[in-house]
């Protein structure tokens, strides 16, 4: 893909430049990219002015070069019209295409500046009511934080996630629940996300599950967290008291759990209580519903992170590879909802889909 990406920019610069500069250009970026790509495999602490003043500007190439490829079929079909109608007197087909992707390009980038450095920082609160049945009256309004997929590393540092725990804590929720990917990738994050997390703020407390980008070194990452103050949940369970009256708060680990998986978490629970079920994965739905759970919060998705501008809730990233995007979903009595997360992965950007923080507020059932 990204040779393609560079193919068709070389196509859009010979327009301007001389083809050997053209395909000279686009060979050193098409290296520089995917090295970076190969390098966020690993992510590794890097001079901030580099990240921003190279790295970002990078994507921005790619985005915008994506977008020319991705576009380009319609571009042919353009130009051929084109030359039908205008006949011989006009430009060529050729001319008329690389015209057309040029203008593309231009597009792409308007849409790469603002999707990694407007969208991608614009972070939305999402609220939401949950009836829950037998919920005890004692936690009838209760509120539960979730943040989702914080992916802290060399895009989202450690200092954006501070502002990320800073938008939570004043929301003042009884408890916060943390569904995965607290990292990008690699280990050199990993004393970062846990300081950035230890800033969290719950009244009874802030609950952590570990997603799939968290697995180099789960059980390094696990104690760092929980050092400094965070539950950490791995297929375990957790009981909140009101009074006389229970929650239980579980949490699966950070790979899709099979069904007895997931009723092995839950062993831990007091029967007859409200079970919140912490998952990374939106695909453990159907076993934790068969298992009694009332409310599943997961992630992963990112809810597509990238979507169709003003359709983005139902064309997106997530939707096209058959996965569920974002949002509260619901089968017998219980309830997920499937957070679009506050980082990335891949390229640093969101279109159509900003990174989201939910608040919800758990009702009692008539």
Not at 20 to 43: E, G, K, N, P
Not at 201 to 224: A, I
Not at 295 to 313: A, E
Request: charged share 20%; glycine share 10%.
């Amino acid at each position: 893909m990204i040779a393609c990406n560079n193919a068709i920019f070389a196509l859009v610069l010979s327009r301007y430049v001389s083809l050997v500069f053209a395909l000279a250009t686009s060979a050193l970026l098409y290296f520089i990219t995917l090295r970076r790509f190969s390098a966020q495999m690993r992510d590794q602490p890097r001079p901030r002015w580099i990240t921003r003043g190279f790295d970002e500007p990078l994507f921005v190439h790619f985005g915008a070069s994506t977008f020319a490829l991705l576009v380009s079929p319609f571009s042919v079909l353009l130009s051929l019209l084109l030359v039908a109608f205008r006949g011989a007197a006009g430009p060529s087909g050729f001319e008329q295409f690389r015209l057309l992707e040029s203008y593309l390009y231009g597009l792409g980038l308007l849409l790469s500046v603002w999707a990694i450095w407007v969208e991608r920082r614009w972070v939305r609160i999402r609220r939401m009511d949950v009836a829950i049945a037998g919920l005890p009256s004692e936690f009838d309004g209760y509120r539960i934080a979730q943040l989702s997929d914080l992916h802290v590393g060399s895009f989202d540092p450690k200092s954006r996630a501070l502002e990320w725990v800073a938008l939570s804590n004043s929301l003042e929720p009884d408890l916060v629940a943390v569904t995965g990917d607290l990292v990008t990738s690699g280990r050199g994050f990993y004393r970062d996300v846990a300081e950035a997390l230890a800033g969290l703020r719950g009244k009874d407390g802030v609950f952590v599950s570990m997603g799939n980008h968290d697995q180099s070194n789960n059980d390094e990452l696990t104690r760092l967290v929980a050092e400094l103050g965070p539950t950490v949940l791995r297929n375990s369970c957790r009981v909140i008291r009101r009074a006389d009256a229970i929650l239980n708060v579980a949490g699966l680990d950070g790979r899709i759990a099979t069904g007895p998986e997931v009723v092995h978490a839950l062993e831990g629970c007091v029967p007859g209580a409200p079970i919140v079920l912490l998952a990374h994965y939106p695909w453990v739905f159907k076993a934790a519903s068969a298992a009694g759970v009332d409310l599943i919060l997961t992630g992963h998705t990112h809810g597509g992170q990238l979507g169709v501008p003003f359709l983005g809730q139902r064309l997106n990233l997530a939707r096209l590879t058959g996965q569920r995007s974002r949002g509260l979903v619901h089968s017998g009595k219980t309830a997920m909802y499937v957070n679009a997360g506050l980082g990335t992965t891949g390229p640093p950007m969101r279109l159509a889909v900003p990174p989201e923080i939910a608040l919800i507020t758990l009702r009692r059932a008539e």
